[in-house]
């Protein structure tokens, strides 16, 4: 055989074989395509890096550029629509009990902020009209129903925040309403029909049948992370639902849940998703 075909068939042999496992490695990394078609939503508010459910940490979801903000709503004693996580206050501000068993002036006078570092001292629990005031048109908020069988009469109150505001449309910002609870989810989808709606789940197998249920009044099924597969995913968009699985908090599973070709991302850390 001629010396130089040789020597290039022998190099052609080592390319090949080199360059295998980079194609490869290639073919696995997440595309910028992958981030752009996903939301990525700040998990009450950029959680990671600032107490959660404050200006604080909405401002810091603002200034990361994420596309939308996660918040918990529950209900004073008086009504007022406040946003915290937890059912009790001890967790993230400085006072203890149930939410529902103080009113709005009282609550106004916790700090929300001290327990995630001294800088956020003096951090208040914030109202969600105060927050779709200073956001909307901003950036998306998608709006956690917590616990709404502790508050009755929730559904109804939100339901006027958004309609009061305009918000009730889709085309209007970027605004999702969504529960564990489906029977509230349901009472919001017959309070404002045009609302984009989602379901929260836990890691629980679904039926087609209820998939099919939740597709009569909800756009989104946002399951936990660890349900998420490509095929999942396929999945829900055969029954017309996106989903934004929650809760991303190490770069393994942004990618892994990018890849999968999931919708939104609920992460305390947005800079995972995406290092705009
Ligand atoms: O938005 C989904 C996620 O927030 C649900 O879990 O406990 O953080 O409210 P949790
Ligand atoms: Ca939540």
Do not use: C
């Not at 008086?78 to 149930?98: A, K, P, Y």
């Not at 305009?166 to 309070?191: G, M, R, T, W």
């Amino acid at each position: 055989m001629n010396r130089y075909i040789f020597i290039f068939l022998v190099g052609l042999m080592f390319f090949g074989v080199a360059a295998a496992p980079l194609s490869t490695a290639h073919a696995d990394e997440v595309k910028n395509k992958d981030r752009k078609q996903t939301l990525n939503i700040a998990h009450r508010g950029a959680s990671g890096y600032a107490p959660e459910n404050t200006i604080a940490a909405f401002d810091k979801a603002v200034e990361m550029k994420a596309d939308m903000f996660e918040v918990d709503v529950q209900m004073s004693k008086d009504g007022e629509l406040v946003l915290i996580h937890d059912t009790t206050l001890d967790r993230t501000t400085d006072g203890s009990g149930n939410v529902g068993d103080f009113t709005y002036e009282e609550l106004q006078k916790l700090d929300a902020g001290s327990w995630f570092g001294e800088e956020f001292a003096g951090e208040k629990i914030p109202t969600l009209g105060e927050v779709l005031d200073k956001y909307r048109g901003k950036i998306g908020i998608l709006i956690e129903l917590k616990s709404p069988a502790l508050y009755p009469g929730i559904e109804e109150k939100v339901a006027e925040e958004l309609k009061a505001r305009n918000l009730d449309k889709p085309e209007n910002d970027k605004i999702i309403v969504q529960s564990f609870n489906h029977e509230s989810v349901q009472k919001v989808h017959e309070l404002l029909p045009s609302m984009p709606l989602g379901v929260l789940l836990g890691n629980t197998e679904v039926t087609d049948e209820q998939l099919s249920e939740f597709a009569s009044y909800a756009e989104y099924f946002n399951p936990n992370k660890a349900m998420i597969t490509k095929e999942f995913v396929d999945r829900l968009h055969s029954f017309d639902l996106q989903t934004q699985p929650y809760t991303v908090r190490d770069q393994a599973s942004a990618d892994y849940l990018l890849k999968a070709g999931v919708d939104g991302i609920i992460t305390d850390f947005p800079d995972y998703v995406d290092p705009r």
